[in-house]
């Protein structure tokens, strides 16, 4: 059973930085794409941004030039470095692995953006 520990949710104020973690263990199978969820109250949980095994990676429109996301294979990692917050970008926050035929879920980690 893979397992998924998100970790750098928190408070943060409008303009400020926040760098997202998540580890994955337990896989039997090459863990290909990473993604990045999240969902704001009331609202359908969203792509945020995606990175393939080779690097490739693409974007909400709504984060484009603010968020990058990147991955270290040899640890199983993923990572969302989110720059110049804005308020609409409170939501919790989650990682999702395939693995082969597999998709795994992080357990989400809440980020507010307010002064």
């Known amino acids: 059973q893979v397992q998924l520990v998100e970790s750098g949710g928190g408070l943060v104020q409008p303009g400020g930085s926040r760098r997202l973690s998540c580890a994955a263990s337990g896989s039997a199978f090459s863990i290909n794409a990473m993604d990045w969820y999240r969902q704001a109250p009331g609202k359908q949980r969203e792509l945020v941004a995606t990175?393939?095994?080779?690097?490739?990676?693409n974007y909400a429109d709504s984060v484009k030039g603010r968020f990058t996301i990147s991955r270290d294979n040899a640890k199983n990692t993923v990572y969302l470095q989110m720059n110049s917050l804005k308020p609409e970008d409170t939501a919790v926050y989650y990682c999702?692995?395939?693995?082969?035929?597999?998709?795994?879920w992080g357990q989400g980690t809440q980020v507010t953006v307010s002064s």
């Open positions: 999702r692995v395939i693995a082969g035929p597999y998709r795994y």
């Open positions: 990175i393939t095994i080779d690097g490739s990676s």
